[in-house]
């Protein structure tokens, strides 16, 4: 069935194209003046016809899509569906949608979605990266466009960034769980384990906790691993299988938490009365796990709030130093952590 044009919502309501365009772009040309009348017959054809105006014939006449682009690195973790809400929710106020592409946490799967992104007709780019250095040539060449493009995350001098402190939360985690008493904490590191950039942060921070608490480094306590709830309970399952495992496990986020928490509870121990768990991300059902867990909350929602509102003062001056923008994070003290087996607070 052919498509309804501008020329036939025309030729129903019995006025010219040209006023058709004016009334559904709400525009006059300063000479033409749009009745009332004539608006509610234009209108009318509109709705019996079933016209829908052309998307991208609109884009070319104004320049602009209203339409912002979004790559996330996994579609299986909520922390970044959280992200994402945050950027629909203020794009929607704005009157713009969203183009939402996942790299799979893939590097070459990355590069490929920054590319296609970066020849679509969008207003914008908003990236959260975990492959960041292997992106670097394509990140410059944006910037040389003077494409919109705001960064999630990571560490850049010359894009604008909404970011957190990981290290901080990391930092707080490992206070929180030497000033309990322990002493062989475990760190489960999930990420890529062919650009493993991810976590970081939190392995840095691991690292300065136990040195300042005069405690040797044991690299059999640092598991390295996949992103998956399935690698984290693998890798707990690895730590908890040592001659001496740990009294506490900490996992770079809260998806491998709930693998870490499903192998302590097969081996029968009690979380956290034999072991303790500690996390970050926050994600919403981290709250209604049994028991609840420990864990940096990190506002996703805000983080991606808050790249969308850059890309817009980007939008509206070009020529602005790079911005950078912090929501921090912090602490929650739920019910998986406690003094270690034997010891009194």
């Not at 884009?59 to 959280?82: A, C, E, F, K, V």
């Amino acid at each position: 069935m052919k498509r309804p044009t501008q020329q036939d919502v025309a030729k129903r309501a019995g006025v010219s194209r040209a006023t058709v365009s004016y009334v559904l772009n709400g525009l006059t040309d300063g000479y033409v003046t749009i009745t009332e009348e004539t608006r509610e017959k234009v209108m009318r054809a509109v709705v019996e016809l079933g016209y829908q105006p052309d998307a991208t014939a609109q884009s070319l006449r104004s320049g602009t899509t209203n339409t912002i682009g979004l790559l996330i690195p996994d579609m299986h973790n909520p922390h970044y569906w959280q992200i994402a809400s945050g950027v629909e929710s203020e794009l929607q106020t704005r009157g713009y949608d969203v183009l939402l592409m996942s790299a799979s946490l893939n590097p070459e799967r990355e590069l490929h979605s920054v590319q296609t992104l970066s020849r679509r007709r969008i207003d914008g780019l908003i990236l959260l990266l975990t492959y960041y250095d292997h992106l670097r040539h394509e990140l410059e060449a944006l910037v040389r466009q003077r494409k919109p493009l705001a960064l999630i995350g990571t560490s850049a001098s010359t894009v604008d960034i909404a970011r957190t402190s990981y290290k901080a939360g990391a930092v707080a985690v490992m206070k929180h769980l030497l000033e309990l008493g322990h002493r062989r904490i475990g760190l489960i590191y999930g990420g890529s384990l062919v650009y493993p950039e991810q976590g970081t942060d939190r392995l840095v921070a691991y690292r300065q906790g136990l040195q300042s608490a005069g405690i040797a480094a044991d690299d059999d306590l640092i598991q390295y691993c996949g992103t998956t709830i399935d690698e984290g309970y693998k890798a707990a399952s690895t730590l908890l299988g040592l001659a001496t495992p740990p009294t506490a496990i900490i996992t770079i986020n809260d998806m491998l938490a709930i693998g870490a928490m499903r192998a302590i509870d097969e081996r029968q121990l009690a979380i956290p009365a034999d072991i303790s768990v500690a996390s970050f991300d926050d994600i919403a059902m981290s709250a209604y796990l049994n028991p609840p867990l420990t864990t940096v909350h990190i506002d996703a929602e805000e983080l991606g709030r808050a790249a969308t509102r850059l890309i817009f003062r980007r939008l509206q001056n070009p020529d602005l130093p790079p911005q950078e923008t912090f929501v921090p994070g912090h602490l929650i003290i739920r019910q998986t952590t406690d003094v270690p087996k034997g010891r009194t607070p």
